[in-house]
């Protein structure tokens, strides 16, 4: 059995790649900087992964990487983890380059943005210094450039979803009228696989998209037709990528940073190549859907909750770019808590209202917590937009609203999440069942004198905000 490495295993493509890299009869082994956030997925036997535990910025670490993998996906990247995107981005692709050298591989397949090789954003220059090096190393290497992805939990999609959804008539920038050429998800992941150790690919890059250009307004009134929505949009010419990012920032629920990067992509044509993306169809035999298609096939997915992957649960959406492990021991000392404990009767009806908490479901009734998440956003925080991945399940690393999942055990009755929220300080918000009683925690540990005014400042709302919870999860 063929071995492949899948870097990227815990984001948006690398979740879903999983089962179908095992499909076509591989053993995938799943490279993550923390165990506890990978869950592997339904159908999946033992034998056919492995998940090893590494980070590509930490060269000591790619010493587990196996010698005998056969081929490997870099599906990296560091967009809006730091301001220092660019240099981070080039130190993974080296590290990869010097660790995969050492290894067996033949083959390495690189997912990146299609690049107008004269016009090219900050974004898409640091990903095309990415695909540079990566062609330096000593294995065959492909690059697949894609554009606009449509598929449920994609950060370009639910950019999409959300003007649509939310505004009847949009003033909008005048790259709207930017033309690109989206592909759907399925689509993309059909590319992936179906490029894999074929030789025809080798040493060479491919454009992938579907038949269809359009601008991004032509996108939007495209979701807007599907869902039998009216909707009106205006081109405004004054506004600056600024005022743009803002936009973006304050209507979808996408983060300032991600908006940003985004904004200056957006104002550059993405459209594929026809030579290149005719040549990388005959060689996979993939003919990709068409963006309406893709629309619908997207939406069934999201109306019965078959969210595969979100973007918001990689790092892409947070305020931390560190390892969960640095937070998942609840501190005791130099803290503030608020302790509550509640008795329930009924022990599955009171987990599923623990682990059902936030996203549509809210936050059981309280408005200040809809209060605390708009000030969160003024002040560049996620506020309560993320929401959450699936009604029902949660699982270590997923996004919560302004909160991260360090911990959900339903058997040992335990969620601990971690506050993403722009606060002086580190928060946690715990909650564990035992013997007939929920204890909720609350902790605070504190930056300095603002952190210790700003836990005083709230400190009256407690009582409001936490006992009102409390008593809803534990009653109904």
């Known amino acids: 059995m063929k071995k492949i490495l899948l870097t990227g295993a815990t984001g948006y493509i690398g979740k879903r790649m999983i089962s179908v890299i095992s499909k076509e009869g591989y053993k995938v082994v799943c490279c993550t900087r923390e165990r506890s956030r990978f869950k592997v997925p339904e159908g999946i036997s033992e034998n056919q992964i492995d998940v090893i535990e590494v980070d590509f910025l930490e060269e000591e670490t ?115 009228n930017t033309k690109c050429q989206p592909i759907g998800i399925a689509d993309v992941l059909e590319f992936l696989i179906k490029t894999m150790l074929n030789e025809k690919a080798y040493n060479n890059n491919y454009d992938i998209g579907c038949d269809d250009v359009l601008s991004y307004k032509n996108m939007l009134l495209g979701y807007a037709k599907v869902r039998g929505l009216k909707r009106h949009i205006y081109t405004a010419p004054v506004m600056t990528p600024k005022l743009s990012s803002y936009w973006l920032y304050f209507v979808t629920s996408t983060s300032y940073t991600l908006a940003s990067a985004l904004v200056d992509s957006m104002r550059i044509e993405v459209v594929c190549r026809p030579d290149k993306l005719k040549e990388i169809k005959e060689i996979t035999g993939v003919q990709p859907i068409s963006y309406y298609e893709a629309l619908k096939r997207t939406l069934s997915k999201i109306q019965v909750d078959e969210i595969a992957s979100s973007w918001k649960d990689s790092f892409v959406s947070s305020r931390v770019d560190k390892s969960l492990k640095a937070f998942i021991e609840v501190p005791e000392k130099g803290v503030f808590i608020d302790k509550r404990v509640q008795n329930y009767d009924d022990r599955e009806a009171c987990l599923d209202r623990i682990f ?86 609350a902790v605070f540990r504190p930056h300095g004198l603002m952190g210790r005014l700003y836990w005083y400042a709230v400190l009256p709302f407690h009582g409001l905000i936490f006992n009102g919870m409390v008593k809803k999860l534990a009653k109904g």
């Open 356 to 441: 059902g908490i936030g996203g549509a479901n809210g936050w059981y009734g309280n408005f200040l917590w809809k209060v605390r998440g708009f000030m969160d956003q003024i002040v560049g925080g996620p506020g309560l937009r993320r929401g959450r991945r699936h009604p029902l399940e949660l699982n270590d690393g997923d996004a919560l609203d302004f909160w991260r999942v360090l911990y959900a055990n339903r058997e040992d009755g335990r969620l601990i999440l971690f506050a993403e929220m722009k606060v002086p300080g580190e928060a946690w918000l715990s909650f564990n069942i035992n013997e007939g009683q929920i204890t909720q925690k």
């Open 62 to 176: 790619l010493k587990k990487i196996p010698q005998d993998i056969d081929g490997a996906y870099y599906l990296m990247h560091s967009m809006s983890a730091s301001s220092d995107y660019e240099e981070m981005e080039k130190r993974t692709a080296q590290n990869f380059v010097n660790a995969v050298n050492d290894t067996q591989c033949e083959h390495v397949i690189y997912l990146t943005g299609i690049v107008n090789e004269d016009h090219m954003s900050k974004h898409l220059s640091s990903r095309l210094m990415v695909e540079e090096i990566l062609s330096s190393g000593s294995f065959n290497f492909t690059a697949l450039r894609a554009g606009i992805v449509i598929g449920s939990g994609s950060a370009s999609f639910e950019i999409i979803r959300d003007l649509v959804e939310k505004l009847p008539v949009m003033i909008t920038p005048k790259w709207l």
